[in-house]
């Protein structure tokens, strides 16, 4: 069951914050955030594990809400380094399941 | 450490031909998985492969298939191509499942079926 990731798209200048939603229908074991830019491979941001716990590493944060299955990710004090595709992949049960990846948010971070 | 390598990095074919991608995993990590991603869009599971067996495969036609060779390295073979298999393939590699471990990425391979 694909994760359903919302904004699809969302334009900053510098210095602006931003969030994005990844929901799911489905009870989740964990949720993975990726940032992909053009042509380059999807990099790693952060896991969550249910139990809604909050991660954060920079100005990068993200939030899982077990009771919602949705996560959020946050951007403070964009940079124009953080523009790219961002997706959350989401994994049902701890066991041999796959990750499965929203179709991403477009951020644009513009000076 | 090298990371995720995967080759070829581009590929032209034409319909109805063979495939095989190529993907050698992070050292130490010993789950490749397989991904399609078409442009504008999310990465779509393929399938995963650990201790060289098929664990877990997604909506895809038996066209695609898979190996994992005892190094742990992988193949994803697509027989019969249609203009629609024209994608990013990406590998990403983890140790066991990616449940709750960082599954990292390849480069992809960009097929281009004509």
């Known amino acids: 069951q694909q994760p359903v990731q919302s904004p699809q798209a969302v334009i900053l200048r510098e210095g602006e914050d931003a969030v994005i939603n990844c929901s799911s229908s489905?009870?989740?074991?964990?949720v993975h955030w990726y940032r992909q830019k053009h042509g380059e491979a999807p990099v790693f941001l952060m896991i969550l594990l249910k139990g809604g716990e909050q991660k954060g590493h920079d100005k990068i944060s993200a939030s899982f809400n077990e009771k919602k299955q949705q996560s959020s990710l946050y951007l403070t004090a964009s940079q124009l380094s953080y523009s790219g595709t961002y997706f959350c992949g989401t994994v049902r049960f701890s066991g041999n399941t796959p990750l499965v990846f929203g179709k991403g948010t477009r951020l644009s971070v513009i000076a | 450490d090298a990371g995720v390598t995967q080759s070829p990095t581009h590929l032209i074919k034409t319909r109805g031909q063979q495939v095989t991608l190529r993907c050698s995993p992070k050292?130490?990590?010993?789950?490749v998985s397989w991904y399609q991603q078409a442009l504008g869009q999310g990465p779509q599971f393929i399938f995963q492969?650990?201790?060289?067996?098929?664990?877990q495969r997604g909506n895809f036609p038996d066209r695609f298939s898979g190996h994992q060779f005892p190094n742990y390295s992988s193949e994803l073979n697509v027989n019969a191509l249609l203009l629609g298999d024209s994608a990013l393939y990406l590998c990403?590699?983890?140790?066991?499942?990616?449940?709750?471990?960082?599954?990292?990425f390849g480069q992809g391979t960009r097929l281009t079926v004509v």
């Open positions: 489905k009870a989740l074991y964990s």
């Open positions: 990403a590699s983890s140790y066991a499942s990616p449940g709750n471990t960082e599954a990292f």
């Open positions: 492969y650990y201790e060289e067996e098929e664990r």
């Open positions: 050292s130490g990590h010993d789950t």
